[in-house]
């Protein structure tokens, strides 16, 4: 199993808490924040290890904007701003 980072975002739908991977489209929920973000890295462990047994990891990484580095590591996008907005 590789290792990657990636961002998390939390945000609260009525009592339940959700937990978002923007990079890789990914979500998951739970009682807490934390609980929630538990879920969402079994959630990302899950759907890598699934897209590694069909052979399409590097190009599901390559499609999300990871870059691998010349070590082999995969490096994420930059998340540079989140913003609360209204029109």
Known sequence: MIQIDFDIIVYRENETFIAY???LDVSSCGNTINHAKEMLR???RLFLEEVEKMGTLDEIL??????????GRWIPP????TELASI
Do not use: I
Not at 62 to 71: C, G, L, Q, W
Not at 78 to 81: D, G, I, P, T, Y
């Open 21 to 23: 991977c923007p990079e």
């Open 78 to 81: 930059k998340l540079v701003a």
């Open 42 to 44: 079994t959630a990302v």
């Open 62 to 71: 390559s499609e999300a904007n990871y870059v691998k580095d010349t070590s």
